[in-house]
């Protein structure tokens, strides 16, 4: 092999799609620890989407009317009182703001003062009993994809119906009450291209503003004749289209099209996907032209694109001085720089990954897990080199021409870790990327096996990060 050939083996760059057959196994291991730094109850200050803060349901019991009758014939003399006027004085009696009834013996208690220490004084007196939290209520919102009401978008939602553990997910359905991402927020899917038809993701696909279409004129003079909806790097084009699957497959997860009884639905199925077309047919590339992606990115972000997360399911290479430049500029414009952690069920710590081992801070590292929780046999791990774990095996999503297809990999981890980023992002596009990524860390739902194995030893949780502070 001459220099040159072996410079360009070390350089070429290949997709993290697993090859290992699997086996969807069904033995319920490793159940979902509870959310350990979640505060109990809904009246502790967290805010929390699915209870109401401060606010909880109580039974009084006779005691209290009692005391709070005497008090009203003490203090105003009144001797008949109102229900209304007798639940106002418990309220004054008690320090709680208000109180209304609910139904029987049931009423609301509201108010920043309600705190668990107080309720437990009114328990410990005999003057409440039963103390539950207010629930929020939405109209059911369950997608109508096709795939999803089948049961097969275990990450999306696992009930443990179709194999694994219920809860192991990525807690989309809950996330979505918060956000279904901005429309305006761009993810750019460097791979094999996407394919645009699909209909699952034709809706989702960023559109350049400032480019008109086939008119052989570079109007937005970005250096790219007839952009309208990214570029393919392979053939130095304007037509991003996948001539594989896997760019299409990963395109799917983070933003396909949700609500039109169709196929799959994205983890932030509302956001734009920016296809860039780095890998041929086979899946080959090279840095450079991934480099030449980023820099796409990079500079349609200057101009004021909302691109904030690049979504990289692919490796390959050593260092480089000149893409560790390259993903520090892409920090510096907010940009969430997302990588699979790869293939070889190998330690990242040991012998690292690129790009996903690259120490820029927007860079986040993904390991693949299965619907039980259990780190996927082919995934690198990295007790330092791996940030976060998601879901990773038998991932249902978007194919070519229109269909549907499961895959496993870490390459299609790291796509659920760029939607839930790209949610985050959504409702708070004032974070950091290394802010975005500590709060993904931190929110991820602690899965026992995985100690050791990665930063955040969990499955990243989409709602707990878009209410984590
Ligand atoms: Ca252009
Ligand atoms: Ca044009
Ligand atoms: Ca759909």
Redesign the pocket.
């Known amino acids: 092999m001459d220099a040159g050939a072996f410079a360009k083996r070390l350089l070429s760059l290949t997709l993290f799609l697993s090859v290992f057959s699997h086996v969807v196994d069904s033995a319920a291991q490793g159940a979902l620890l509870p959310p350990g730094d979640l505060p109990e109850g809904p009246f502790t200050g967290f805010v929390s989407p699915v209870t109401k803060k401060g606010e909880i349901l109580v039974r009084l019991q006779p005691s209290a009317f009692r005391i709070a009758r005497e008090s009203l014939k003490k203090r105003r003399s009144v001797q008949a009182p109102s229900e209304h006027l007798l639940l106002r004085e418990i309220a004054r009696l008690f320090g709680l703001r208000t109180t209304t009834a609910v139904s029987g013996s049931s009423f609301l208690v509201s108010g920043a003062r309600v705190n668990q220490t107080k309720i437990q004084r009114l328990k410990s007196r005999g003057l409440v009993s039963r103390v539950e939290p207010n629930y929020r209520i939405n109209a059911f919102n369950d997608p109508n994809d096709f795939l999803y009401k089948l049961g097969f978008l275990w990450g999306i939602k696992n009930t443990g119906a179709t194999g694994g553990v219920a809860g192991v997910d990525i807690d989309a359905l809950d996330a979505w009450n918060i956000s279904r991402g901005s429309p305006d927020l761009v993810v750019a899917v460097i791979d094999t291209g996407v394919y645009l038809k699909h209909p699952d993701l034709a809706p989702n696909i960023w559109q350049n503003p400032s480019?008109?279409?086939?008119?052989?004129?570079?109007?937005d003079k970005n250096g790219f004749?007839?952009d309208?909806n990214g570029w393919d790097v392979v053939d130095n084009d304007n037509n991003p289209n996948d001539e594989m699957f896997h760019g299409t497959h990963c395109a799917g997860i983070i933003a396909a099209a949700s609500g039109n009884n169709r196929g799959i639905c994205g983890v932030a199925p509302q956001v734009k996907v920016l296809p860039l077309r780095v890998l041929n047919a086979r899946g080959e590339g090279d840095t450079a032209g991934l480099m030449k992606a980023v820099r796409y990115a990079i500079d349609l972000r200057k101009r004021g694109e909302n691109v904030r997360v690049i979504s990289a399911s692919l490796g390959g290479g050593e260092y480089l001085e000149s893409f560790n430049e390259i993903l520090e500029e892409a920090d510096r414009y907010g940009i969430v720089f997302v990588a699979a952690a790869g293939n070889d069920g190998k330690d990242n710590d040991e012998k690292p990954t690129y790009p996903a081992s690259y120490a820029a801070p927007n860079v986040i590292s993904v390991a693949a897990l299965d619907s039980s929780g259990r780190l996927a046999s082919f995934s690198n791990y990295g007790a330092t080199s791996v940030d976060v774990g998601a879901p990773g095996v038998f991932i249902w999503s978007s194919f070519l021409f229109g269909f549907y297809l499961p895959f496993d990999g870490t390459s299609m981890a790291a796509p659920f870790v760029s939607g839930a980023a790209a949610l985050v992002l959504s409702e708070r596009p004032q974070l950091a990327p290394s802010q975005v990524i500590s709060i993904l860390k931190r929110s991820s739902k602690p899965l026992p096996e995985l100690r050791g194995k990665m930063v955040a030893p969990g499955i990243i949780s989409a709602v707990r990060a878009l209410t984590q502070r």
């Open positions: 480019e008109i279409p086939n008119n052989d004129i570079d109007d004749i007839d309208v």
